[in-house]
């Protein structure tokens, strides 16, 4: 009885696979999408049908029935579509090799299907078809996959060689294929010429990391050859891809916590012969960022000392002047606040004899061409991060962000930056000077060398939040424009306001002058050209013209009429704020205390910001960045998302999601009116920045809708739209988890297909496979993501954390491997 049922409903559905194919082939085409998608839905039986009719078919009909076979075939398709592989037309070629190269197909035939794509690697005539099977070579879940990519790269010309390189260095299981290739470009053994520059390149970029991760790696002479050879090669790529290998490998290696490794290897590479300062300099960086003490950072930053005590030439003392501040750093650390001084006055005595020297050249520095330029801003740069330093280590010492000795260091500060500035405009130098924001962002900075490490055991995260608030509002206490969220530490119109200060203004106008001739030179320049660009023309001198004739003598009208006592002395020259910016010192704040679990604190700080920048722009102090409004509102809704109010979350979101959408229009209706190429692709970089923040901004939407207010088909809506403006790996795999979550498997299963695994997209694999009852799928994945995508043990356990209270996990919990991976050693363990 059983058995005639399950005939007769197999009869049935031949025969509607025979009616879709048949509805499908005589379709019109506008209703041709919707019959394919009839045909898709019935699955795996459909696609073996249209393999076995495929000879009856036009050119279209056999394409149609390859797409089908890509989409919804399953492994008893393998072996026709192995068949088919010779079809004269490349788009059909092209499906098949995408579908033969499914993950999803897992081990089914996997030696035939490594066969047949490589034989369309090393014969097809088809660019495409090759570069494909290359690809889809990568994916089969057998051992010997990146085994015959290895043998290929050997065989390969030029662009597909290059194609072969990057896929083995993305692999995570290429790794020993990596070092391996890597070592013997370098070792004599094997000519170098075998591995084309570019794909030399890729692998060596990849190798630090590599290395790291193999037990010892990087101890070893022979290991640490091509990073030191590499620095040498004749090919440019290659000496960038040495030294980024080499940040990759000591950056992975403290992200591991391994800084005893870290220790060696730096040792193996001085003794390899590398510049000893540069890698004392990557020594204390690395235990002042990522270490768990900054008294670490302390025996480097002397070393560097030492080496350069008796040096005078320029670098050797722009070298003394980076192991001071590393020096003060690491004492401001661990509470030598004393010591940091003297480390401090040692930075400034040095800065003020390069700036001494390097001034001395200003009446020629107006040549762009004059040797000085760059160094002398730089050094400008290094003087006000001393005083910069300073003041934090007064606030570290316990003073308050109101006492007049950090206000003053903090203003001197403030001097020097708008010192720098000028420089920079008046010597057309090529080093940035770009005002707070630069400064506070600079690498050798407090924020970055002892407020940013979560690991740091002396200062910890709270610890840090709280000497940033009181820096933030003693620098609102200086500029109080430039630093919204903050409450300003001085309530001194003179001191919060630089437009107030005779001092400061004067730098200010000086800054607005040299802008104007800066400008007035490259028209002239333009003009000059044999050829020149009457686009770039027009814009010079809309921007010139400008200046000359309406800012500057606006500005001049309005202090000589304060002057003479005819204008009220506190209206200021508003146009002068244009040369300001206000920095996102308080969001980024705001992101910190979120990630430590401070959503209210973070929420507050983020609302007084997006305040006070409406508060300066209703007083005429700049413009409303809405690109920075639109972040805030997005950090304002993530808060509320974490305390639990999704309604207000939602609210958040949408306002900066509308605000966006009004800023893409903008941009695009600018580059359609735009005739200067250069331009439109400046608004073609805008619109993509956007779009990209837009999208984003709908994942919040989506993420909110579903673990806030457990509504499934609104979070899909919202991540659908998402999924329209970027369309990635990332998204791709959460598009399927979504669809997964709201009962869509077939679709979901589809969109996996399309995918290549990497480890950012591991953790979203899992909950994906999860939610389909690929248990050990999802297991697998969750593993990779534990291993290879969390290196300290906290980041790790707050994943395991996550991963046990996810619901999307659900189908993996009360399996032994599932508890094993998300338990959290305890701490005595």
């Not at 606030?395 to 010192?419: C, F, Q, T």
């Not at 530490?489 to 106008?509: G, H, K, Y």
């Not at 399927?736 to 077939?746: H, L, V």
């Amino acid at each position: 009885m059983i058995a005639r049922v399950l005939l007769a409903l197999l009869a049935a559905l031949a025969a509607d696979v025979e009616t879709a194919w048949r509805e499908l082939d005589a379709a019109p085409a506008d209703a041709w999408s919707e019959r394919r998608d009839a045909v898709l839905a019935l699955g795996e039986e459909a696609a073996l049908a249209g393999l076995a009719t495929f000879a009856s078919a036009d050119a279209n009909g056999r394409r149609t029935r390859a797409e089908v076979c890509r989409r919804a075939g399953g492994t008893r398709c393998v072996a026709p579509a192995r068949a088919l592989l010779d079809d004269v037309d490349p788009g059909v070629r092209r499906e098949l090799v995408r579908f033969l190269g499914r993950r999803d197909l897992g081990a089914a035939a996997g030696a035939e299907r490594l066969d047949a794509l490589a034989e369309r690697v090393r014969e097809d005539l088809d660019a495409e078809v090759r570069a494909l099977a290359l690809e889809s070579l990568a994916t089969v879940e057998h051992p010997d996959a990146l085994a015959r990519l290895d043998e290929l790269l050997d065989e390969l010309p030029g662009t597909e060689r290059v194609i072969a390189a990057r896929l083995l260095a993305d692999r995570a299981g290429a790794r020993e294929i990596v070092v391996r290739r890597v070592e013997e470009a370098f070792s004599g053994e094997r000519d170098r010429a075998a591995l084309d520059t570019r794909s030399l390149a890729l692998f060596l970029d990849e190798y630090g990391d590599a290395l790291a991760q193999l037990p010892g790696g990087g101890t070893v002479a022979a290991e640490r050859r091509p990073l030191v050879l590499g620095r040498e090669h004749p090919a440019p790529i290659v000496r960038v891809a040495a030294r980024s290998a080499l940040d990759r490998l000591l950056g992975r290696l403290a992200q591991l916590g391994d800084f005893e490794r870290v220790a060696s290897v730096l040792d193996g590479f001085a003794e390899d012969g590398l510049d000893p300062l540069d890698l004392s300099y990557r020594r204390a960086f690395l235990a002042l960022t990522q270490g768990p003490d900054p008294a670490d950072a302390a025996p480097a930053a002397r070393a560097i000392l030492r080496l350069t005590r008796h040096r005078d030439d320029l670098e050797g003392r722009e070298w003394r002047v980076r192991g001071a501040l590393l020096l003060a750093a690491a004492q401001i650390g661990t509470g030598e606040i004393e010591a940091s001084r003297d480390s401090l006055d040692e930075a400034a005595r040095v800065v003020d004899a390069l700036l001494g020297e390097r001034l001395d050249l200003l009446p020629d520095l107006r040549n762009p061409s004059t040797a000085g330029a760059d160094s002398s801003v730089g050094y400008v740069i290094f003087r006000a991060l001393v005083e910069l330093w300073r003041a934090t280590a007064l606030l570290a010492e316990g003073k308050e962000p109101s006492d007049g000795a950090v206000l003053a260091l903090l203003r001197g500060m403030y001097v020097i930056g708008l010192e720098a500035e000028l420089l920079a405009v008046t010597t057309r130098s090529d080093v940035p000077a770009d005002g707070l924001q630069a400064l506070l962002d600079d690498p050798l900075g407090p924020r970055r060398l002892l407020l940013s490490n979560p690991d740091s055991a002396t200062w910890p995260p709270e610890r840090a939040h709280a000497l940033q608030l009181a820096l933030g509002r003693a620098l609102a206490g200086v500029s109080a424009f430039e630093m919204p969220g903050f409450e300003p530490a001085s309530d001194d119109p003179a001191s919060i306001d630089p437009l107030r200060d005779p001092v400061r203004l004067d730098l200010l106008l000086r800054i607005q002058s040299e802008t104007a001739e800066a400008l007035s030179e490259e028209l002239r320049e333009e003009a000059q050209k044999d050829r020149p660009d009457e686009m770039n023309l027009l814009r010079l001198r809309q921007m010139y013209f400008y200046l000359a004739r309406t800012e500057i003598p606006e500005t001049r009208e309005l202090l000589d009429r304060r002057h003479r006592g005819e204008e009220d002395p506190s209206r200021v020259p508003t146009a002068l704020y244009r040369y300001r910016v206000p920095t996102n010192f308080a969001l980024e704040l705001a992101y910190d205390l979120r990630g430590d679990g401070s959503s209210a604190e973070a929420r507050e700080l983020s609302e007084r910001m997006l305040a006070d920048l409406r508060a300066n722009s209703a007083r005429g102090q700049g413009t409303l960045n809405d690109w920075l409004v639109a972040r805030i509102e997005v950090s304002i809704g993530s808060s509320w998302m974490d305390e639990k109010d999704p309604v207000r979350a939602e609210r958040e979101f949408l306002r900066a999601e509308k605000r966006l959408q009004a800023m893409e229009d903008g941009f695009d209706q600018d580059m359609r009116e735009e005739e200067d190429p250069s331009r439109r692709a400046s608004y073609r970089g805008m619109i993509a920045t956007t779009r990209s923040l837009r999208a984003d901004t709908l994942l919040s939407l989506a993420v909110n809708a579903n673990v806030r207010m457990d509504d499934q088909e609104r979070a899909l809506a919202y991540f659908e739209r998402a999924f329209e403006l970027k369309q990635t790996d990332f998204m791709r795999v959460l598009l399927a988890c979504y669809r997964a979550r709201s009962g869509r498997a077939g679709e979901a299963r589809a969109v996996l297909a399309e995918v290549t695994p990497t480890p950012p997209l591991y953790y979203n694999l899992a909950c994906t496979h999860a939610l389909l009852g690929d248990v050990d799928l999802g297991l697998d994945y969750l593993a990779r993501e534990l291993a290879e995508n969390h290196a300290t043990e906290r980041a790790r356990n707050r994943q395991k954390q996550w991963a046990a209270e996810d619901p999307d996990l659900a189908n993996l919990r009360g399996d032994p491997r599932f508890e094993r991976l998300v338990e959290i050693p305890d701490a005595d363990d």
